[in-house]
């Protein structure tokens, strides 16, 4: 056991010791007590790997990475002050597209991993063309390695290859993960209070112990009346408002409210709302629309309540209906969809 104390003057400590000292400055989510989750600068731009049908380049960048050799080894700083551009790519293939890919490689013999050497190579290595490139794509050869990019060279003749960044970014202790989709977030070691940017729905997310949720209560869909819906009659029902959003699963809140009027239809009538969720009922309220001769007399239905749907994108729409067909009106209505924390 190895106890260090960082950074008393004229008390020596390795490497290796500061790299575990500065542990605790790292974001979590990794399940690596001395490391963290490798990944490049926040702000790290998605175009500074480009590629040419010959050539791959690199632009100056800089990135934190966790081998992963071993549980003590913690994270290292990389970066690169100048432009990296080397004719490395190989030529493309007559009839099918590849992925190949470009990675840096720790080698920290120091540090137990066996490699022999202390180095942090920036290395290429091709895939191999197939019907089905992303079965054949070439992959990291082992954890001490970190994905800068992925590049696609097309088939002869197929046009210029084309670069996805990866997306890991590195943020520190307490700092918002920003991750690229469900995927990625569901892989992480999570813990109560860790909190997500998620690219591909643009939402943050929150973890409570138990599940992930919406950081915060936020609206992930709503809609409006476009225009006057005169309500079917009984067993009928009229759409007044519909919503499709992508739900995480678990609570949401639904929010609606619209104005029905009796316009002047002669007699006192009843109505009913109703929500659906995908042509399922969740809930239903009926209403009196009173009769005033001469007069369109509304009235204000609006309730909030909560529904617990699957994981998915859903479409939930507020109908209304009438003991009498044309008796009643939608002039106005809204509901918004809740994610629930």
């Known amino acids: 056991m190895t106890i260090t104390f960082l950074a008393p003057d004229g008390v020596a400590v390795t490497a290796q010791q500061e790299r575990q000292a500065r542990a605790a400055q790292h974001g979590g989510g990794a399940a690596r007590p001395l490391g963290g989750r490798s990944g490049f600068r926040v702000d790290t731009a998605s175009n500074i790997l480009t590629?040419?049908?010959?050539?791959?380049?690199?632009?100056?960048?800089?990135?934190?990475?966790?081998?992963?050799?071993?549980?003590h080894q913690g994270m290292y700083g990389w970066s690169?002050?100048?432009v990296v551009s080397r004719?490395?790519?190989v030529a493309a293939d007559a009839t099918y597209a590849r992925k190949d890919i470009?990675?840096?490689q720790i080698n920290d013999s120091s540090a137990g991993?066996?490699?022999?050497?202390?180095?942090?190579?920036l290395v290429y290595l091709a895939g191999t063309a197939s019907a089905n490139p992303d079965a054949t794509k070439a992959t990291l050869p082992s954890s001490r390695c970190?994905?800068?990019?992925?590049?696609?060279v097309p088939q002869a003749g197929g046009g210029s290859p084309s670069v996805i960044i990866n997306p890991a970014r590195y943020v520190t202790a307490g700092g918002i993960l920003p991750v690229a989709d469900d995927t990625e977030r569901l892989a992480l070691a999570a813990y109560k209070g860790l909190r997500v940017d998620q690219a591909d729905t643009g939402r943050a997310y929150r973890h409570n112990g138990t599940r992930w949720a919406q950081a915060a209560l936020a609206a992930i869909g709503s809609g409006s009346l476009g225009a006057v819906a005169t309500l079917a009659g009984t067993p009928t029902w009229t759409d007044i408002v519909t919503v499709t959003a992508t739900s995480m699963g678990g609570p949401v809140t639904?929010?609606?409210?619209?104005?029905?009027?009796?316009?002047n239809s002669g007699d006192h009538r009843t109505a009913a709302v109703r929500v659906q969720c995908d042509g399922?009922?969740?809930d239903s309220y009926s209403f009196f629309a009173q009769y005033l001769a001469g007069a369109s007399v509304p009235t204000f239905p609006a309730q909030k309540f909560f529904h617990t749907p699957a994981a998915g994108q859903h479409t939930w729409t507020l109908q209304g209906n009438a003991n009498i067909g044309g008796a009643i009106q939608a002039v106005k209505g809204s509901m918004v969809i809740y994610e629930k924390p």
């Not at 970190?146 to 696609?152: D, E, S, Y």
């Open 146 to 152: 970190f994905l800068v990019g992925t590049i696609t």
């Open 102 to 104: 470009v990675y840096i």
């Open 280 to 282: 399922v009922d969740v």
């Open 80 to 82: 690169s002050d100048q």
């Open 51 to 71: 590629a040419t049908s010959t050539t791959w380049s690199l632009q100056p960048c800089s990135a934190m990475i966790d081998p992963g050799a071993s549980t």
């Open 113 to 121: 991993d066996g490699s022999g050497a202390t180095t942090a190579p």
């Open 254 to 263: 639904i929010d609606f409210n619209t104005t029905l009027i009796n316009a």
């Open 87 to 89: 004719a490395e790519i």
